[in-house]
């Protein structure tokens, strides 16, 4: 039995498949756009921490063995709702070319140590998914359990099919992603100022047309490839498109030693889903988790700090109020030397804090 969250493909055999994945054209409106009258323009996807649906932790995407973006890991700014949630926004090596479909390969690993499987292996049977977002959407795949689609944010790091004497019970890796982009095309009606060569300004009606993006979805996959052949490829290079496989022989299985490849495919897909309308579907789905550990550990480091600074005052305002008292007193009546210089001794800065 598939266990929830794994990729599943709709393929016709007469034995069970103990893993396939879900076509992602269920809406008959949606159409291949016209790429050749469409400039290209590079986006970048960005990647949030990890989350998974049986445990509080969330953990950074790159303490696992991801590729990395050529110009380095960098974070992304947060707002404050961001950061008590916990989330931890990087950039990725995840880009695309708007409407230019394509197949592309991203890096192959150094063959993994034991520590670096172990922890793959623990994350895919925790439910760990990749939380990944595109233009502020964040990524949906779709799951069928019991002839009911059911729409999921993210992807899971892996899958563990459990112990069953027809399939292997080895962990696999998601090491190949085919990324559908849902586009609206949109026509905005502007007026232009323009001069005249008589010097006359005129005001002319000028339409632009353009791309909005609406939708991000997923379809992720387990593929092993030849890292021999594979790691000979620089990062953006065309790669093979591939289909998922059908043997788990030809799945990615996590294995001490083991290098793997990872590859991904975009697809540019036009809608008539409104810019408006866009955020819809993710309202449409279950509410998610509360992660109530990232948000007290927001608040720990919050207000431990603050304590702090208030402990640090109050002794401040405590002291000087202290001062102010024998300053007071010693101008209001007469006192002995032997009591002038006690009352020098506590006008002394205190050197303990």
């Given amino acids: 039995m598939c266990r929830s969250g ?18 992602l054209s269920i809406d008959l409106e949606k159409q ?28 950074s995407y790159y303490n696992l063995p991801y590729c990395k973006p050529l110009d380095g890991v960098k974070k992304s700014a947060e707002n404050l709702g961001e950061i008590l949630m916990g989330d931890q926004i990087d950039n990725s090596s995840y ?21 670096q499987a172990e922890l793959l292996k623990r994350r895919a049977r925790d ?33 563990n099919l459990g112990y069953n004497p027809i399939w292997s019970n080895e962990d696999y890796i998601i090491n190949h992603l085919k990324f559908r982009v849902l586009v609206h095309q949109y026509q905005a009606q502007g007026d232009v100022v323009v001069t005249s060569e008589d ?19 997923v379809v992720p996959y387990s593929v092993r490839r030849d890292p021999e052949s594979m790691s000979k490829l620089k990062m953006y290079d065309k790669a ?31 809608s008539n889903i409104n810019w408006s309308s866009r955020w819809d579907a993710y309202l449409k789905m279950d509410g998610a988790k509360v992660h109530w550990f990232s948000i007290m550990n927001s608040m720990m480091v919050v207000f431990f700090p603050a304590g702090i600074v208030f402990v640090i005052f109050l002794r401040t305002v405590r002291r000087d109020l202290t001062r102010g008292k024998v300053i007071n007193a010693a101008t209001a009546y007469p006192i002995s030397q032997r009591e002038q210089a ?3 001794k506590l006008l002394q800065p205190s050197t303990s804090m």
Avoid at 128 to 140: A, F, G
Avoid at 148 to 156: A, D, M, N, Y
Avoid at 245 to 265: G, V, W
């Fill in 127 to 159: 439910l760990y998914q990749v939380n990944m977002v595109l233009d502020n959407l964040p990524v949906m795949r779709f799951t069928e359990q019991n002839d009911v689609i059911i729409q999921w944010t993210g992807f899971p790091v892996g899958y």
């Fill in 240 to 270: 093979d498109s591939v289909n998922c496989p059908l043997e788990l022989e030809k799945s990615q299985a996590i294995r001490e030693n083991e290098r793997i490849t990872f590859t991904y495919e975009v697809e540019y897909v036009k």
């Fill in 6 to 23: 794994m990729p599943r493909c709709t393929t016709v055999a007469a034995a069970p498949r103990p893993h396939n994945c879900i076509d």
């Fill in 32 to 59: 291949q756009i016209d790429f050749t009258a469409c400039h290209s323009v590079v986006i970048s996807a960005k990647i949030n921490s990890l989350t998974s649906i049986e445990t509080e932790l969330p953990f």
């Fill in 95 to 115: 880009r695309f070319q708007v409407n230019v479909n394509e197949s592309v390969y991203l890096c192959t690993t150094d063959p993994l140590i034991n520590e």
């Fill in 199 to 217: 010097g006359v300004a005129m005001v002319e009606s000028d339409s632009k047309s353009g791309f909005q993006i609406v939708g991000f979805e």
């Fill in 342 to 344: 006690s009352v020098a």
